[in-house]
């Protein structure tokens, strides 16, 4: 069998928890948290980086920084994992959502435009398979009606647009290293923060409220409770997990663009004869491997291909279901149609990709669906 997704070990993590418990730190900010905190400071140019036990933690924290009320209005994608959106209907907001591309994905700038309105507070962006929303015409939008932008970056590690890295264009950043994203620690997760004014506060938050992190940094001599918050940091020991898959960042993204540049090869001829489509990435966008998905011509075709590589030992499976028409949402959706995020509903489909899959396995893969697409099994 050949599975989805296979987490990948760099073989130095244990020797980093080793470390990590011989120093008999075990929570949370000890040094490997440190050490990936200037790491990602330093390679990404953010701000400030804190962990989190996970994206969807980091994605909290931004509505709680952004002090998000009821009644605010925040625009989200449909076609999104549900912690986007949950961060901020915890808090209350009127969640707008808005269609996708027509050529991928990420949010269409075009339907933000048509949502905001004098109670917009927020647009989350979310980078769907690492590869950058049209953040010049967002990013315009945002500070024409004076508008905070969130990056779900969550698949979006070592990505690019325009040549800055995918997390530090909006105020703030979440990331995640649950075990099906390019570097992991099981789950774990990162908030970057871009602008200045949210950093001090953004500690108090991840530390239950408390200003103990100037206190262990001798700002302060005593510490209390501040503000509100939660308990949002990691143990020292999955920091330590994943400062060797960073340390391993560039041959982890190495291994993933050689299997999806080979996909891309082998399935190419396809796309043009029309049978499906492929990831497309705009010129200001870079690929970080993070996915490789066909979007086939309905749900039936898909279906199809899902079982017939399920037949041959291989999973491949869909994604999201658009939040719009999920259960919980539904009901106070505007009605609106929004077309492509139930397209890719309906006709997405994930090919297996993770460092140690084989070129003869992705050419096994490929085979398989160009045969079953060239005997026209599917008409
Ligand atoms: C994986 C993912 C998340 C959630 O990440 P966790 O670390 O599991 O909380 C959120 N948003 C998107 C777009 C994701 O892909």
Redesign the pocket.
């Known amino acids: 069998m050949i599975p989805f997704n296979r987490p990948y070990l760099t073989g130095n993590e244990k020797d980093n928890i080793a470390e990590a418990l011989a120093s008999r730190k075990l929570a949370g900010d000890g040094m490997f948290t440190k050490k990936c905190h200037a790491w990602f400071e330093k390679k990404y140019g953010f701000k400030k980086a804190l962990l989190?036990?996970?994206?969807?933690?980091?994605?909290e924290m931004c509505a709680l920084l952004l002090d998000i009320k009821v009644g605010d209005e925040v625009i989200i994608p449909s076609y999104?994992?549900?912690?986007?959106a949950n961060a901020f209907a915890l808090r209350g907001a009127t969640i707008k959502f808005a269609d996708s591309q027509a050529d991928n994905p990420n949010i269409d700038p075009a339907e933000i435009e048509r949502l905001i309105t004098t109670r917009t507070r927020a647009i989350v962006v979310?980078?769907?398979a690492g590869v950058a929303c049209d953040m010049d015409r967002i990013l315009a939008l945002a500070s024409m009606h004076n508008l905070v932008v969130v990056e779900?970056?969550?698949?979006a590690i070592d990505s690019y647009h325009n040549g800055l890295p995918l997390g530090s264009l909006g105020a703030l950043s979440?990331?995640?290293?649950?075990e099906?994203?390019n570097i992991i620690c099981g789950?774990?997760?990162l908030l970057a923060i871009n602008d200045q004014r949210y950093v001090v506060r953004a500690e108090i938050i991840r530390e239950k409220g408390t200003n103990r992190s100037s206190f262990f940094r001798g700002e302060v001599d005593k510490y209390g409770w501040v503000d509100v918050g939660s308990s949002f940091l990691p143990s020292d020991m999955l920091a330590a997990f994943l400062y060797a898959q960073i340390e391993s960042l560039d041959q982890i993204q190495n291994e993933r663009r050689r299997v999806w540049d080979r996909y891309y090869q082998n399935l190419v001829d396809g796309a043009k004869r029309g049978w499906f489509d492929i990831p497309f990435i705009p010129q200001y966008a870079t690929n970080n491997a993070h996915m490789f998905y066909l979007v086939c011509r309905n749900i039936d075709e898909r279906t199809k291909l899902i079982d017939t590589l399920k037949l041959n030992g291989i999973s491949a499976v869909f994604h999201y279901l658009s939040l719009h028409s999920s259960p919980y949402f539904s009901k106070v959706h505007d009605g609106q149609k929004l077309a492509n995020s139930d397209r890719y509903t309906d006709c997405l489909v994930r090919l297996p990709l993770f460092s140690e899959l084989a070129d003869n396995q992705v050419d096994m893969i490929s085979d398989l669906i160009m045969t079953l697409y060239s005997k026209a099994c599917i008409s």
Do not use: R
């Not at 779900?152 to 698949?155: E, F, I, L």
């Not at 979440?174 to 649950?178: D, P, T, Y």
């Open positions: 989190t036990t996970s994206c969807t933690d980091a994605l999104t994992f549900v912690s986007t979310v980078h769907y779900d970056a969550a698949q979440a990331f995640s290293f649950h099906t994203k789950e774990g997760g």
